[in-house]
């Protein structure tokens, strides 16, 4: 609480709204300003042009599902304490009360943090609770929800891969596993996302909710199955391989097999059929974006940004050679982010416009697949 305390000055908006919000409440300004910006400086751009009713319960979510990340992540920590430690969060997250679960998170992991933002947000956590208790019923309730959902996946993580030094490597079994993964730790974020758009900016939607939920999950989906290919050579080292046992016993191989000299060729055509099957959500999450109306531009430029910078990573991943080399890895670079923002906000009010930027980006991906 002092650590948050000493940043009270501070403003993280420059709109008057935002101004005297954060003059009467400055523990959350500096929670979902200074906090939030060191811990995601790409989600912080992309919540500071959100509608203003929006950016309290999503960043409060984002804070809380960082922080439990963190814990879920920290390797030097054992698996078993880990588990427990998220637990517990999950549980002071809907309600229930347990300062000494804080008091251990604050030493047992936030000690071993090297990112002093990342050890903020962790001795942070009783404010950023006290936060979720001052938001509206229905707010409180949905952040609730994608907590809990988003903390599901990251112990499905603890409970089905081995420690990450005990070099041994474990594959999901299955596609349909693959998709509930996505599902846990992305897709309920969109329809979490579609939920606060109902709720604060009703009528923004030109689509049925039911339409809408299943485009926002699917957007989700998208951009977590991005992450999972990007990340691979990098997950497989601490034995977790994310493609799915059935896949690669077609291709022939087996995760210890990812690992050799040659596994990133050999292993082409599974990453391109998982490509192909997130082009298919991105293409529903542009239909999501486009049934905005042009008029909501700060709303929809939050939505476009995470699309391209998701296509792009896909088409540096196709055209990678190296793609499971971690001392390779597809990551856009900041300068390309910022091009896209740039580019981005003179195109946003034009439909038109829109669909072949995004489409033109599809098709250069599906290229880079053939060539």
Known sequence: ?????????????????????????????????????????????????????????????????????????????????????????????????????????????????????????????????????????????????IVTTLTQGMEFDLRTFPNEYSGQIVALQEIDELDLY??????????????????????????????????????????????????????????????PATMLDRSGLSPEDLLLPNASLRARPLMFELVQGALEHFREALEYTLAIPASSVRLRLACLWPILIGLETLLLLVNNDDWLDPEKISKVRRSDVYRVIAYSVPMVLSNKLLRIWVERLMERVRAGMKS
């Open 1 to 145: 609480m002092d650590r948050i305390a000493g940043y009270n000055k501070e403003v993280p908006d420059s709109s008057n709204n935002d101004l005297i919000r954060s003059m009467r409440n400055p523990v959350r300004a500096v929670l979902l300003g200074p906090l939030l910006k060191g811990v995601s400086r790409s989600f912080y751009l992309t919540l500071r042009v959100l509608p203003v009713g929006m950016r309290d319960p999503i960043g409060i979510a984002y804070l809380l599902a960082r922080a439990a990340d963190t814990i879920a992540d920290t390797s030097i920590v054992p698996p078993e304490q880990r588990l427990d430690l998220l637990l517990s969060l999950r549980s002071q997250v809907n309600g229930a009360s347990d300062e000494g679960a804080l008091a251990r998170i604050a030493v047992e992991v936030a000690g071993q943090q090297t990112q002093s933002d990342e050890k903020d947000l962790l001795e942070s956590l009783g404010t950023a609770l006290t936060v979720l208790s001052q938001l509206s019923e229905s707010d409180r309730h949905a952040v609730r929800g």
């Open 182 to 243: 996505t599902y846990m730790v992305a897709g309920c974020v969109g329809e979490f996302w579609t939920q606060m758009t109902y709720a604060h900016v009703p009528g923004t939607f030109s689509g049925s909710p039911e339409t809408m939920l299943d485009r926002g999950t699917r957007f989700g989906k998208a951009l977590q199955m991005t992450n999972v290919l990007r990340d691979c050579g990098k997950d497989l080292r601490i034995g977790r391989c994310y493609l």
